[in-house]
């Protein structure tokens, strides 16, 4: 199958000139497992886009947080997948559930996005997940379903996709899904795309975990079979970071 472990790091609304620089620093002096063993790549807010790409190691990549559903133009206020091409931004986060909530960007939109970004040669780490509400009446799997549903319904290719399942009552909670529970549903959402995309795509697409993922919580995490990788909030602005990036060996040990 030869699913690389994946680990992003999102950095959402944070950071100054100088933290940004202070973590870059820190992720290039560390001692990580080689390219070959897992993909790391970090999410900057667009301001800092340019200094990371330009500072950061070769072995690290840089992704947008957002981009244009479309071909930039009178958007004001948007940033389009023309610009992240043309900065050579390889990777770009889509239907992140804080956009999906606090900006009412419908699964559509979501599809719509993760669909031109990839037109554009830009790779997607596409993120769905469930609420607490929608866990507690039983409709985990049939919203990540849907989500799934409204990109896969856009796209023809999964090569350049990442799947992040992030539960919105785990985002920045402290509340970690548990290894059970993040497996339950990667494994549902793995089933789904062997029954509704293809086998092949099934098994070789990266579905990662998000939701207070740390330095420890992630090896246990990281052990379950359909667990291929983290999206990483809080402690990817963080030295723990590093500690996240080796939980990549125990796919190896
Ligand atoms: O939203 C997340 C990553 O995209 C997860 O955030 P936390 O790791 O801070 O819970």
Same mark, same amino acid.
């Given at each position: 199958m030869g699913r690389k472990f994946f680990v992003g790091g999102n950095w959402k609304c944070n950071g100054t000139t100088e933290e940004v620089k202070k973590i870059v620093t820190m992720l290039n002096e560390a001692e990580v497992p080689s390219e070959d063993v897992v993909e790391v790549v970090v999410s900057p807010p667009y301001v800092f886009l340019p200094t990371v790409k330009s500072l950061l190691r070769p072995d690290f990549h840089v992704a947008a947080q957002n981009c244009w @559903?479309?071909? *930039?133009? /009178?958007? !004001? *206020?948007e940033v389009s997948a023309e610009m992240l091409v043309n900065l050579g931004i390889p990777w770009v986060i889509l239907g992140h559930s804080e956009r999906r909530a606090l900006?009412?960007?419908s699964n559509e939109f979501v599809g719509d996005k993760v669909a031109y970004a990839l037109s554009q040669g830009i790779k997607v780490i596409a993120c769905v997940g469930e609420t607490l509400e929608q866990r507690e009446a039983g409709s985990t799997v049939a919203v990540v379903a849907e989500q799934t549903k409204a990109i896969a319904e856009k796209v023809?290719?999964? !090569?350049?996709i990442v799947l992040a399942y992030e539960p919105v009552w785990a985002i920045g909670t402290g509340k970690v899904a548990s290894p059970a529970q993040a497996q339950e549903v990667h494994f549902e959402l793995r089933k789904w795309l062997k029954e509704k995309v293809s086998a092949e795509v099934a098994a070789s697409t990266r579905i990662i975990y998000g939701g207070s993922v740390n330095g420890a919580n992630c090896k246990e995490l990281g052990g379950q079979?359909? @667990?291929?990788g983290f999206l990483v909030? *809080? /402690?990817?602005?963080?030295?723990e970071f590093v500690e996240i990036i080796k939980a990549a060996t125990v796919k190896s040990s």
């Open positions: @559903v479309k071909k *930039g133009g /009178a958007f !004001t *206020g900006l009412n960007e023809s290719d999964w !090569t350049n079979p359909d @667990v291929d909030g *809080g /402690a990817s602005l963080k030295p």
